[in-house]
């Protein structure tokens, strides 16, 4: 249903979701044609629907997305919307850093919520830099936001956070082989993470000690991927955050934590 109100207001080109007053409007030979060749894609396709319109919202800004990059749906969005609250007291936060960006949407939104940090953007991924790109100059975020193109935190030697947020990928052989065909016009690099999921998870917790400031946290989503982290790292005293709109798997290790559990505690 959401689709479908998604696609019809993209066929009549209208610039804001669909209302139930649009439905009493008649639908022009053209805008009929332009709806029933986005809902073929959809259905036969198995086109996820953003792809279609190339819209979509994250943490309450605009984001122009397409196949380069993953559809944004991260949790975190909601955390954002908190600035991170209990953890993080907003007004010291100068430095952030989003691993693993995609679209930019979590570096932006950042960037949006601590007016006086500046984020750095990282991916691996040149495409996904592209869309970045482009999302971050529709937000006038140009001069705060700096893209990186780097295997997580290989290019940012020496450089320190007040936050170090990410989504990586984080999808095992098994789950990703179960996926629904919608997934398949997702770059795979965005979801695989090895046979159990957990290759991105294991670089970001070794090597987040280097990168955090005294004060700073640690935040990483790792969805369905939780259970088997918890069993790894069983001496690691992580909080698993909760959401009120839904989604979990998200968790948050201080500075301090990290310190105090050792280099060893943070291999698996
Ligand atoms: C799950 S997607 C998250 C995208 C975005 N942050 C979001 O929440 O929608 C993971 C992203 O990590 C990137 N990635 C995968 N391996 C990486 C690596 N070794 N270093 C940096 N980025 C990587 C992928 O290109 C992809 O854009």
Redesign the pocket.
Known sequence: MDDAAALLAHARRLQRPLQEKDLALPLSAQVQQRFAGLLDRRIHARVPAVYLTHRCW?AGLPMYIDER??????P?AELIGQRFAPWVQPETVRRVV??????G??ALACAKAFPAARVDA????PD?LAVARINRAALGLTRRVRLVK???FQALQGCRYDIIV?????VGTAEFNGLPAEYGHE?A???RAGRDGMD?VR?LLREAPLHLSENGVLIV?VGNTETRVRRAFPRLPFVWLSFARGGGGVFLLTAAALRAAGARQLRS
């Open positions: 994250f990059v993953l559809i944004p749906r991260s975190i989003d691993l693993g960006t995609g679209s949407c979590i990282v991916d691996i991924s996904a780097s295997d997580f990410s989504n990586p990928p984080y770059p690099a965005a979801l991105a670089v989503e």
